[in-house]
């Protein structure tokens, strides 16, 4: 079984990366990105009391 050329190494491994580097772009992008709803109360912020 004859052995693979360096280029041919190389062609395989900027298929995969790039495959790969489109796989994680596109899976960035095509999520949707929720709709935040706000509440128009402030924020209240609770007092702690310690019991030491």
């Known amino acids: 079984?004859?052995?693979m050329a360096p280029l041919l190494w190389l062609n395989l491994f900027v298929m995969f990366s790039s495959t790969f580097i489109?796989?994680?772009i596109l899976n960035y992008f095509i999520k949707v990105p929720s709709?935040?709803?706000g509440t128009s109360s402030?924020?209240?912020k609770e007092?702690?009391?310690?019991k030491w």
């Open 22 to 24: 489109m796989f994680l």
């Open 35 to 37: 709709k935040v709803e």
């Open 47 to 50: 007092e702690m009391h310690w």
């Open 42 to 44: 402030p924020h209240v």
């Open 1 to 3: 079984m004859p052995q």
